[in-house]
């Protein structure tokens, strides 16, 4: 931090729910400025929350409205993450409250992300763009050494959908549960699970259960954040859904719900949007500020 400077000012928000009880929690700074990489991790840290995001002057070039472009970092208490869509739409409610709704663009680690901020009778709801995604192929000994670390038997999973590493901006290895009950047990080795995620570039787990067409219950291991699990990932929502999207599990167009943080007490909701003709992914939700 710049000597003698004051310490900003450190929000809190919860992003993918209307109350401070519900979503993903998590710090906004909106100006850090006179923070260095240390003083943010220390911040984050210090916090405990997923993730935290900092807030600085745009890159030159960087187009959107005037006064509504940013530079956005984001800290897990253990390390710089690229992409956080929670902590993106925690950062964009809390600028909507101070500079009102509108469109915001963020220059991110990931690439340029672009806001959607309204507020709908009270509620203020802020829907991101991602980056372009991109699907990949899990190897069979990936694949087994994840299993092994959940410890999830094989036949737990449904074959309707393939385990792949899905990308929108961080990656993501996705799994999906065969039952409800099989996502709602979630005991795992943290060491294991975490050194695998090293190793494969990984963000999350998306583990990932399908109630109807449209509707997914979701559940974020994050070892390599230094938290159990993520309670509301927008980052990882966007990569699932390029991945439905790629494997024709839904539509070109389409709306999913992805309810997640049930399992922790802290029920949230997400939603997905896909466009045909256009290869990003949209993904909203409600925000509001703790405390």
Known sequence: MTTN???????????????????NPAGVVLDASTLDDGDMLAIAAELGYS??????APPEGLEGPRG??????????????????HATVATAVALAERIGPGELVFATP???????????????????????PHVEEV???????????????ATDLDPAFPPRIAFAGARHLVLAAATRARLAELAYDFARLEALMHRLDLTTVQLVWRESATVFHVRDPFPVGGVVEDPATGAAAAAFGAYARELGLVPEDAVLTLHQGADLGRPGELTVTLRAGDPRVRVGGAGARIG
């Open 5 to 23: 400077a004051p310490r900003p000012e450190v929000l809190r928000y919860t992003a993918f729910s209307s109350v401070p009880e519900g979503g």
């Open 51 to 56: 993730e935290s995001a900092f807030l600085t």
């Open 68 to 85: 509504r472009t940013f530079t956005i970092r984001y800290f897990s208490p253990k390390a710089e993450v690229p992409f956080c869509g």
């Open 110 to 132: 990931a690439g340029t992300v672009p806001v959607s901020v309204a507020e709908e009778g009270g509620t203020v709801r802020a829907t991101l763009t991602s980056v372009a």
């Open 139 to 153: 190897s069979g000994a990936d694949l087994t050494e994840a299993l092994a670390a959940l410890d999830w038997p």
